[in-house]
């Protein structure tokens, strides 16, 4: 070039023209790289934002209000006959133990309207709580502890800081009255704040201040284990089938487009295949996690094949060769070769998709999964709900106390997810081959 | 299976250089592409015959005909007879799976398996049931990568990975795991044209070692390669076989004006 230039008489490096286009190459390249940190930036902020505003709302779900109480276990409410007939201290009233100790503490409270008030700062969870320790230890009886309560929603969200009590007293949920106990059992030291185990192991329940993710959790557990049981094998052996065994002509093509179609079908159209289907011809039990799993397997197909053939397809071809080289047979050549070499994609394909099934509500709207359950199931036919559905049903609730606990279940879903795509990552990293 | 003679036993002398493959009239199809036009070629036992032309003549085309390694590529289509000790090896009794044990492949690039040495000269033993326990296998595996030449390097390390040896050696384990099935015949496409010059003369002398037991066929782009190792080559032009004959007759006084052309760089 330099030769040419020279030849010509002058040095084409040097001329005015090629300065100009050096200089907007240059110009270009930056600002191609200035748009793409722009969008980077862009991105990245919305998470922080999306992060930041659940996290705010929901980090107090974690945290429960108890109120301590002097509680005398009275033998005349537990145990009037003096027998210790466990029948009797199964059903004695408790909740007037509860009654009998905000009365003390407050003896100026006349007027029923007023006492419901006072007894309402205490959780009906409280009932629960003393009938246990009685059972446990029916030497309580008679005796007169302090006894950690669960505050009722109302309690929990003033201590929160969530009722404004600058508003008029009409508009707002906790009158004043109730406040000025409040101050009172706070200024005494009975009103704490504990980490919320209550939210791990309950069950969804009406009252905000008793409800818990663990029934929910463990619906998403059974559904997506019949997802994965379901959907893996079938997903696995399809694309080897396709990848290495099936004839490549129109008939393969057509299932492959439609395979490809499958999975951006709307989730809620699996679930109208999964009521047709499952509930209205196998006639299988409404709301249970078997149709649930069965239907996210129908929609995680797609998901499986698709990641899976293109670890399989990852494969050197001469790895395949080596092997019918040697005389293997074809069958022989992919499950003694290509599938465990393709696994590592294969697997991180499938908790891809299985991440997706945990967080799809949709399609378990239309099999019942979204009705009100309270238990904690106990197997794949019961009645059960799964963690997205309690955040949209927890999200549809007036209480306001309810709105920390979606963000809380929101949360709590998004860690299952990190740490299933961070499992993923890891086998991916940890069985990746280089060629 | 029915192409495996007695061929091993009376072979001994191994001076016997009878035909063992005779092709007659091969056409192949790639689709519409005719990559291969009416080949005939007689292959001798217990020597090297090199296969030479430029790229695209067919030459390797024909080699994967031979162990059949053809019906694995979608739309190829195979014509003409090909005679393994006087069977047809496209033949409806002959198990393709079976002829390819027979007929061991070594490919262009070392294709191990990303298994240890030892798992990839056992894999072929293994799943034709070649050896009856652990020592057998043992033995088997030792042998193989002794006829390889292989053994010294890698007797220490029998366990380790077969993808962590250098080029050259990763060839030879690939040899090692062709000789493993006990075949007749050995095709080589180009084995050595991923490899260094040093790496290529061990390999090269591992073939003529080979020659004594085995028949080889080797596809080469080097003429002083087809020239050093084989004794019968056969020249490749345009899906179509122009010349072939002694090694020696074939470079040094050819009969055709295109090999002519070929051999002494006026083209290809």
Redo the contacts between chains.
Sequence with gaps: MTDQAQKEGGNAWQSEAFLKNLKKRKRSERRFRLTGLLAILTALTLLAILLFSIVSKGYTAFVQTFVTLDITFAEEVIDPNGTLDPAELRSANYNKLVQNALREKFPDVKGRRDLRRLFGLVSGDANTKLRKMVENDPELIGKTIPVSLLAGDDVDMVKKGYIDRNLVEDDRRVKDKELAWLDVLEADGDIKLHFNTGFFTNGDSREPEKAGIAGAMVGSFYTLVITMVIAFPIGVMTAIYLEEFAAKNKLTDLIEVNINNLAAVPSIVFGLLGLAIFLNVAHMPRSAPVVGGLTLALMTLPTIIIAARAAIRAVPDSIRQAALGLGASKQQAAFHHILPLSMPGILTGTIIGLSQALGETAPLLMIGMVAFIADIPGGFNDPATVMPVQIFLWADSPERAFVEKTSGAIMVLLGFLILMNAFAIFLRKKFERRW | MQIQAEENVESHPNTDHGVIISTRDVNVYYGDNHALQGVSLNINKHQVTSLIGPSGCGKSTYLRCI?R?ND?V??CRVTGEILLDGVDIYGPDVDE??????V??V?Q?P????KSIYDNVA??PR??GLAQNKDDLDEIVLTSLEKAGLIKEVQDRLHSSG?GLSGGQQQRL?IA??LA?RPDIILMDEPCSALDPIATAKVEELIDELKENYTIIIVTHSMQQAARISQQTAFFHLGEIVETGNTEKLFTSPSDERTQGYITGRFG
């Design positions: 162990n390694m694995t979608d739309g799976v079976l002829l390819r044990a027979r061991g492949m490919f690039k294709n191990p398996f990303p894999y072929g799943i034709h993808t690939c795991r062709a099935v």
